[in-house]
Nanobody, 122 residues
Framework: QVHLVESGGGLVQAGGSLRLSCAASGIIVSIAAMGWYRQGPGKQRELVAAIGRSRITNYADSVKGRFTIATDNAKNTVYLQMDSLKPEDTAVYYC????????????????WGQGTQVTVSS
């Protein structure tokens, strides 16, 4: 059973940085496709970054050039480095295992963790 624990969120000023961590068990992140999602106030959960089984990364247009997804194979952990944060990045961030469909979309298939809150002040 896949178990994911997110951490690293907090309150940061606009322009600042945070690094989120997702500790995984029941899945090997070095060979799995993983994604980071977020859900802002009153919004649907959206995928912001994914790393495929081939280690190719994809980002939502809103975070491209500012966020970086990476894995630490020794720690079986997925990271999301977030730089140049904006108030609109405020959300609860979640990680999950994903499957890439033939049309290129990523679909989450694991259970959702508790997420980690990121708040960006202006």
């Amino acid at each position: 059973q896949v178990h994911l624990v997110e951490s690293g969120g907090g309150l940061v000023q606009a322009g600042g940085s945070l690094r989120l961590s997702c500790a995984a068990s029941g899945i090997i992140v070095s060979i799995a496709a993983m994604g980071w999602y977020r859900q802002g106030p009153g919004k649907q959960r959206e995928l912001v970054a994914a790393i495929g089984r081939s280690r190719i990364t994809n980002y939502a247009d809103s975070v491209k050039g500012r966020f970086t997804i990476a894995t630490d194979n020794a720690k079986n952990t997925v990271y999301l480095q977030m730089d140049s944060l904006k108030p609109e990045d405020t959300a609860v961030y979640y990680c999950n295992a994903v499957v890439k469909k033939s049309n290129g979309d990523y679909i989450p298939f694991g259970s959702w963790g508790q997420g980690t809150q990121v708040t960006v002040s202006s």
